[in-house]
Nanobody, 124 residues
Framework: QLQASGGGLVQPGDSLRLSCAAS????????TAWFRQAPGKEREYVASISRTGGYTNSASSVKGRFAISTNDAKNSVYLQMNSLKPEDTAVYYC???????????????????WGQGTQVTVSS
């Protein structure tokens, strides 16, 4: 079970930090990622960390503004979001998977565990 939190209503230019906690297990050995889905749109990739933790990646639309990280215990994954824009408005989902290879980090079909989503709304 994954539990996502930290969403909210913010103004353009603000920051938010999303958290995703693993219940009863750690993310050790798993690739972790954040995806998002805006109203009327398909779910899209945001950012990920490889199974070894040695490689991180993010979508071009958020590169330089968003950063994904985990804690030392590897039981939480975070998404630091800075310089938020109205187009970042979406439900954000965390995901984890033990079979995700580095070349498929952006493929949501490779992830087996999903959080329930947390709403992020960026509006003035």
């Amino acid at each position: 079970q994954l539990q996502a939190s930290g969403g909210g209503l913010v103004q353009p230019g603000d920051s938010l930090r999303l958290s995703c906690a693993a219940s009863g297990r750690s993310f050790r050995g798993a690739a972790t990622a954040w995806f998002r889905q805006a109203p009327g749109k398909e779910r899209e990739y945001v950012a990920s960390i490889s199974r070894t933790g040695g490689y991180t990646n993010s979508a071009s639309s958020v590169k330089g503004r968003f950063a994904i990280s985990t804690n030392d215990a590897k039981n939480s994954v975070y998404l630091q979001m800075n310089s938020l824009k109205p187009e970042d408005t979406a439900v954000y989902y965390c995901a984890a998977g033990y079979r995700v290879i580095t070349s498929a980090l952006m493929d949501d079909k490779m992830y087996d565990f999903w959080g329930q989503g947390t709403q992020v709304t960026v509006s003035s």
